[in-house]
């Protein structure tokens, strides 16, 4: 260690690569095709807001993952936004064996939007998109959706993914109320 900056400095490798992205904190969500009998989800912390005009988001899929194929074909997705109390929720459809078809409907609460993709039920904020574009990643997939429908449920506690676990905000931290974003100005320097 270097008395003057107080990091280690580790060649990189896999397994060091992700014990260092587990001290980023992420927001967690599920990611859906289809609804019914078709209804494939997956637990993903890889969400990005891209673009207001237009509306814009990305998604991370692992390229041997079961959603994959599905987006890769073009079909119409969701964005689930997981509050902290669904965190058996996230564990579960985070799974390489996690229920698939009417099993997964019904785990996310059999709801779903109108693209046709499940949504979870219960979650603060909801999205239904279309596949923009996909840009391969390494072993990932780098789906753009451009976003269709926005869904604002119940402002709750999010879920958080931090270090392999789920842990929770300070219990004095209360949920804001929502508000509309201000304009921020912007300087380049």
């Known amino acids: ?4 900056v107080d990091h280690e400095r580790i ?8 014990r260092a992205m587990g001290r980023f904190c ?9 609804s019914g009998p078709t ?3 997956m637990t993903a912390n890889s969400l ?7 509306l814009l988001l990305l998604v991370s899929v692992r390229t041997a993952g079961r959603l994959h194929r599905r987006l890769s074909d073009g079909e119409d997705f969701s964005v689930s936004v997981l509050a902290e109390e669904q965190g058996p929720l996230a564990a579960l459809m985070g799974r390489s064996e996690r229920p698939r078809g009417t ?35 390494g072993d990932h997939t780098l ?3 451009r976003v269709t429908e926005v869904h604002l449920g119940r402002p709750a506690q ?16 209360s949920v804001p109320a929502p508000s509309r974003p201000r304009e921020v100005e912007s300087t380049h320097v």
């Open 26 to 34: 992420t927001g967690v969500t599920v990611v859906a095709c289809g």
């Open 1 to 4: 260690m270097n008395s003057a």
């Open 39 to 41: 209804t494939e989800a």
């Open 48 to 54: 990005v807001s891209v673009s207001l005009d237009p």
């Open 143 to 145: 789906f753009l959706g």
């Open 11 to 18: 060649r990189p490798d896999r397994a060091e690569f992700r």
């Open 158 to 173: 999010p879920l958080l993914f931090w270090a392999g676990g789920y842990p929770k905000l300070a219990d004095q931290l």
């Open 103 to 137: 099993e997964a409907w019904h785990r996310l609460g059999s709801w779903h939007g109108r693209n046709g993709a499940a949504l979870a039920v219960g979650s603060p904020a909801a999205f239904e998109c279309s596949v923009e574009a996909a840009h391969p990643g």
